[in-house]
Structures are given as C-alpha cells and as structure tokens.
C-alpha cells in the first residue's frame, strides 16, 4: 500500500498489452502493474491469459465477467437507438470500451492508482474511445498508453516479450487484426487491405456462407417490451442468452456480415469486415416494430438522432451530455415500442414478413383499409390539399407572368 507508483492495465493477454507489463515498469516506472481482463463473451479462457499478465511481471492480475451488463447496459440502448455508423456499422467493439473504461476507472480509485493504461496504438479509434471515457469518469487519473510511444514492430515486440519471460504466441500468426466479443467479430489487415479484394472465406467464424446455410428457410418471431428484445419464438429469455440466440439463428443463416470502407475518428479510411449476427437481426426488427409503433414525426427526429448517437458512440462520446440528452429522447420514445415482429431467415436474409402490437400499433384498420369499413373522410382531402399546395400555386401563377 501506500505511495508506490500503481497502474491500472487494460490487458487483453495479446503480444501489445503483455509488453506493456515491463514497458510501464521499465520505462515508465511503475512499481505495481495491476492487469485486468473483461469477459465480455468472447469465448476465450480467461485463466491462461490472468496467468500470462503474473509472468510478463504484472503485481496483480485481475479477471472479471461482465458479459451482463455490456449486454444489458451498452447492447441493448443500441438496439433501442438502431445504432449503426455510417449506417452499417452496429459498434459491436466501440460498446465494449466505455464499459472496460469505467472497470478500469472504479479500480484506479478503489486501489488508489495515480495510472489507467491501455495497449491501444495511435491509429485506432479504441485509443480514443478509452481516452474519453476515462477523461469524463475521473479526469485526474493519468492515462499512459505505451504503444503510442514505443516504436516496435510485432517481431521486435515477441523479442521484447521474451526478454522478459513473457512466451512468443504459440499459434502461427494469423494476418489479421481481430477483436471479438458476444457482440460480434471486427477482422482487419492481410489481404482485406485491398480495399477490391473479397474476404477469404477462412476470415470468418460467426456467420455461415450463403453457400454453407440450410436450403429451407425460418422463421422466427421477437418480442420487445418498450424497446427492449425480450422473447424470441414465445419464450422469454434473459439478455445474455437472448443475444446468443440470435447469435446462433442469424449465423447459420448467414446473416450479419459487414464489408465496409469505414472513417476512423483519426481521419484514416480503413477496410473493415464484421459478422455481428444476433446484434444485426435484433436491430433490424425493432427498426420495423418502431415503424408500427412510433408517429411519423418521432421517426423521422430519431433517426436523425439515431445517426448523431452513433457518431458519438463510435467517437468515443459514451459519456458525454449530448449523449445523455439523446439517452433521454430515446427512453421516451421506447415507451411505445411494445410488439412482435417475425422475420425470416434464408441465405444470408433477414426478411421481415409481419409486426403486431396489441398495445400500441398506430396502424388503424378502419382508416388504413381499401375494403369497406373504411371511415376515412375522402372528401377532407380536397381543402387539405388546396392549402398544403397553396404555396407553390401563388409561386407558379406569379413566375409564369415574367
Ligand atoms: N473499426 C472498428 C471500431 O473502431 C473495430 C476496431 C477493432 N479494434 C481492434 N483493436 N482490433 O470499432
């Protein structure tokens, strides 16, 4: 205890963040290296990576399981504000950062740690994601991200590693950059640098082929209460699993991949390849269960509000006032996003085939109808029309006089 120099590390068990262990006890003088690795549903055995971060020198390695609430608290007001940026993207890795930041942040104060740290390098955006948050959370923690200072290749960082008993990965490096989590993969580099090249097939893990998914095609139904999923089929399901279910119905179908050319915060375009599945499909219904749900009106401001909350998500703004104010639009709108929508799934297809709400629908068959119990004032549409035309026919009568 006391006054020793104290960092809290962001540790993901790969070769940036482990160098990063003697990089802050060497370079950086830190006495105590504290690593902490999130579960977020990654899939991957968190034991051996607490382990490596002991061996590569770190004082303390900490792992916690937060799968919950990153489904609870980040995916779900996502699917709530139909996140996408640039109108592809569902953020499945920017929605992981806020929260691995206030972990981070709650740790420094709890141990008393003047240092948060991250393995993050200057390019990306993840740098400024962790950045910002921890700057709104604890503006006096002291950030030091060491891959913005070293400059060492891979190979010079496996030497490095080495040197201080940390083992080169065993595994015969993959060309691509992945980050992954319940939310979905992001695949970067190797040959998907060209921006003309396909992805390779082996690229992905998720989501099946279009070639690979069943030749019969299913459907499925969701439920949301107030714009929260919350049954898939009739049976209600807990966030966690509700998402892994989607997870595992859109990718069989082939539903979820993402090729994109998208803009990073820091200027640079990259080529970027996700598979977000179950995230995608749960999206995608509650779009179309607002459009039964929401006036006109609230649409067209949410989505509008939709595409400003997405920018901030992505741009590292998950603390922030504007993103507490749209929050607050959000939640009141969801009150009404009661219903079910069903969707079929076919080769790399999520095709809505019908929503309902007993509750809330705005769609009133007795107006909306061709048939005859239609009670829709036909002859009201004459004087509407005259007035909502009346600007352009004063504009027409006095340019035809020039
Ligand atoms: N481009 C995506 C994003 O900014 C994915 C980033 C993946 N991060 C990583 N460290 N590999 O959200």
């Given at each position: 205890m006391g006054n020793s120099r104290k960092v809290i590390l962001a540790y993901s068990g790969g070769v940036d963040t482990s160098a990063c262990i003697p990089f802050l006890k060497n370079?950086?003088?830190?006495?105590d290296v504290i690593a902490f690795a999130a579960d977020l549903g990654q899939g991957e055995e968190l034991e051996p990576i607490r382990k490596k971060a002991l061996l590569a020198g770190a004082s303390e390695s900490l792992v916690e399981d937060l799968i919950e609430p990153f489904i609870r608290d980040f995916a779900f007001p996502a699917i709530r504000a139909n996140a996408l940026y640039e109108g592809k993207y569902p953020l499945s890795t920017a929605l992981a950062r806020p929260l691995i930041a206030s972990r981070l942040v709650n740790l420094a104060l709890e141990r008393n740690a003047e240092f948060v740290a991250h393995g993050c390098t200057g390019k990306g955006n993840d740098q400024v994601r962790f950045d910002l948050a921890i700057a709104s959370l604890a503006p006096q923690l002291k950030i030091l991200s060491p891959a913005r200072k070293w400059s060492m290749s891979r190979e010079e960082l496996i030497v490095y590693g080495e040197k201080y008993g940390i083992p080169a990965p065993v595994s015969k490096k993959s060309p691509y950059s992945i980050d992954l989590n319940l939310l979905g993969r992001s695949i970067e580099a190797g040959s998907l640098e060209d921006p003309f090249i396909a992805p390779p097939e082996e690229v992905f893990q998720l989501i099946s082929s279009i070639e690979e998914s069943p030749e019969e095609s299913q459907e499925i139904e969701i439920s949301f209460e107030k714009g929260y999923p919350v049954s898939i089929d009739g049976k209600a399901l807990e966030p966690v699993l509700l998402l892994r279910t989607a997870n595992s119905l859109a990718g069989k179908h082939g539903f979820g991949r993402i090729d994109m050319i998208e803009n990073r915060v820091v200027g640079i375009k990259s080529r970027e390849i996700y598979e977000s599945p179950g995230l995608l499909l749960l999206i995608k219904c509650h779009q179309e269960l607002e459009s039964l749900t929401l006036s006109a009106d609230v649409l067209r401001t949410k989505s509008q509000l939709e595409r400003q909350w997405s920018d901030l998500v992505y741009q590292g703004f998950w603390f922030s006032p504007l993103k507490n104010a749209l929050d607050s639009f959000i939640d009141s709108t969801q009150e009404d996003v009661n219903g079910t929508v069903k969707v079929k799934l076919h080769k790399g297809n999520a095709i809505i085939t019908g929503r309902k709400s007993s509750s809330n629908s705005l769609y009133v068959s007795d107006i909306s109808t061709y048939g005859a119990e239609d009670k829709f004032d036909h002859s009201s549409a004459e004087g509407f029309i005259y007035i909502w035309g009346l600007a352009n026919r004063l504009w027409a009568s006095v340019t035809s006089k020039k």
């Open positions: 370079e950086y003088q830190i006495e």
